[in-house]
């Protein structure tokens, strides 16, 4: 069955640096997403992204964060300048379409960042 | 706003029992409800989807259930399993901010052998 791959599973950076989470969606798909778990809370929306354009954003989503589709297959997250408080669990997902009743989110097994 | 609740929080039941997950949401406009199991550490499965305008999926040895009207989702695993054990999760995805499924904060399971 097609999965959505995420790379890397941890990565621990120091604060202030910037870092680049990756995503492979499911090569039909064309609707993008990012979502975070801080350990211990909910699964929550960061951004969505679909035809080279975000869709739509959270209120987390500010300047230091960043999304980019570099080509025909990644889809990435950049945090410019890491703060203690991005320590979460980043999780990608993509769907085929937009608007159907039975439209699914399939989910990556994310990537654990830790902000030291 | 969309605020999603489950309860318990934490369940742990014999193997082979029967049980019911609850899943509530405030605003009765949705688009649909998915239901994703997590394992520790792990990503997001997909069990099942309901469409606002149906009642019930099955699969397997799942159930779900919708009440819209009452705001309400149940998950009915039968004859449960140690494999069972993990958190699951109940997302609402809504008429308005479409992209921004809104999760609740999920029930952790344990199946007892």
């Known amino acids: 069955e097609p999965e959505v791959t995420q790379t890397p599973s941890h990565q621990v950076t120091q604060m202030g640096q910037e870092v680049i989470l990756r995503c492979v969606p499911i090569?039909?798909?064309?609707?993008f997403y990012w979502y975070r778990q801080i350990l211990g809370q909910k699964v929550e929306f960061l951004v969505s992204?679909?035809?080279?354009?975000?869709?739509?954003k959270s209120e987390i989503f500010d300047d230091q964060f960043s999304v980019e589709r570099p080509d025909g297959s990644n889809f990435t997250l950049k945090i410019r300048s890491t703060k203690l408080e991005d320590s979460a669990m980043y999780f990608c997902?993509?769907?085929?379409?937009?608007?159907?009743?039975?439209?699914?989110?399939?989910f990556g097994s994310g990537t654990q960042l830790s902000v030291l | 706003k969309q605020e999603v609740t489950q309860i318990p929080a934490a369940l742990s039941v014999p193997e082979g029992e029967n049980l019911v997950l609850n899943c509530s949401f405030t605003?009765?406009?949705?688009?649909?409800l998915q239901w994703f199991r997590q394992d520790p550490g792990k990503g997001l499965t997909s069990l099942l989807l309901?469409?606002?305008?149906?009642r019930e999926q099955t699969s397997g040895r799942l159930n779900a259930s919708l009440d819209k009207s009452s705001g309400r989702s149940t998950l009915y695993i039968a004859a449960s399993q140690p494999g069972d054990s993990a958190t699951y999760l109940c997302?609402?995805?809504?008429?308005?901010?479409?992209?921004?499924?809104?999760f609740g904060p999920g029930t952790s399971l344990s199946v007892i052998p």
């Open positions: 997902a993509s769907s085929e379409s937009r608007g159907l009743q039975n439209e699914k989110l399939f």
């Open positions: 090569s039909n798909h064309l609707y």
């Open positions: 992204f679909y035809n080279n354009e975000i869709s739509e």
């Open positions: 605003d009765s406009a949705i688009y649909n």
């Open positions: 309901i469409q606002s305008s149906q």
């Open positions: 997302a609402v995805r809504r008429r308005t901010s479409y992209d921004k499924v809104i």
